[in-house]
Structures are given as C-alpha cells and as structure tokens.
C-alpha cells in the first residue's frame, strides 16, 4: 500500500460505502464494468429512464467509482458523458483505523453485491463462476514479498481492460494475523 499524503485531499474512497447503499447503483457500476456507457446507454441496460439516473451516477462519480471516460457528440451540437469505472485506490498506510473499517466494509458490501448477483443469475439460468477461499499461510518475510509479487504478475497479466473475456471480481487480502518478528530478532 502506498502512503498517504496528510495534507492530500480527502481519499477518493471515503463516499464508497454510501454510494453502494443503494441496488440500482451497483447495478450501474456493474454494467460500466461491461463496458463504458452514457447514461441514455444505462438506462437501457436497467430499463428506466435516462433522468431518473443522473442523481445515482452523481453519487458514484462523488464516491470515485466513475468517471468521466469521454464526451460523446450529439445531433444538434449536445454532447453525452460516457461513464467507465473508475481505478479506486484502498487508503494508504497512514489511514486511521477508522477510515480503513470504513474501506474495508464498503470492500465487503461490494464483494456481497457481486456474490449476490452472481448467485441470482446461476438461480434463473445463467453460467457464472463463484469460487470463495479462506485459508491462513505461515509466511516469512521473503516469502511475503514473494506472494505480492505474484500477485502483481496476475493483476498486470489479466488486468488488461481491453483484453477478450469475462469481467470477473478478484478480492485478495494479505493480512498477518499477528506481528512480525523485527528483522533484526533471531529466527
């Protein structure tokens, strides 16, 4: 994790769990995830009408999951805002523990979401593929640092947004499970 400036702006993350309080809002997050769309775009994917949308893609733009990815013409000189995900950083390593909590479950409540929705769409005859697991490793570390780097070689190899496939949500967490021998301590 990177550090925080203290005097930064504040982190991009701290609206997240309030911006995915609401069902509609994940549904519109999970359909730019697909691709990047306008709102007239969206409001086809979840058939409502454009203006009941703009309010619940503001609260997303607000909390940082969206942006702006292009400003599509018009006829008549108008032009759309085309939405796509955006890169949402967890907060560094200055975070207060508070405000990690706070990622944390907002993390947590759109890892549920997705399981959800992955589970419905299995219920009524769709083809998506769910694997959860839970395991604790005794970790040096060396071998810490090992297991980053290949993570980070699986997150560059697939995180490729224009690559073919299917998008699918990877949550990893490394956490100890208690504190680390000093690196000056004998083994």
Request: a negative charge; aromatic letters at 6%.
């Amino acid at each position: 994790m990177s550090t925080q400036d203290s005097g930064a702006s504040p982190p991009r993350w701290r609206g997240v769990h309030k911006a995915l309080a609401d069902p509609l809002r994940i549904r519109l997050l999970e359909a730019l995830w697909e691709m990047p769309r306008s709102a007239r775009e969206l409001a086809d994917h979840v058939d409502l009408p454009a203006d009941r949308l703009y309010y619940h893609l503001n609260q997303l733009e607000r909390a940082g999951l969206i942006e702006i990815a292009e400003y599509r013409p018009l006829a008549r000189g108008k032009v759309e805002r085309v939405y796509t995900p955006a890169v949402a950083e967890p907060p560094g390593d200055a975070a207060n523990p508070e405000e990690m909590a706070e990622f944390l479950g907002a993390m947590l409540d759109a890892t549920r979401a997705d399981i959800n929705a992955a589970y419905r769409s299995k219920h009524t005859g769709g083809r998506r593929e769910i694997e959860l697991h839970r395991g604790a490793l005794r970790l040096t570390d060396q071998a810490l640092a090992e297991l980053r780097g290949h993570i980070e070689q699986l997150t560059t190899r697939f995180g490729d947004r224009a690559a073919p496939g299917v998008w699918t949500r990877v949550v990893v967490a490394v956490v100890d499970l208690q504190d680390r021998p000093s690196p000056d301590a004998p083994a």
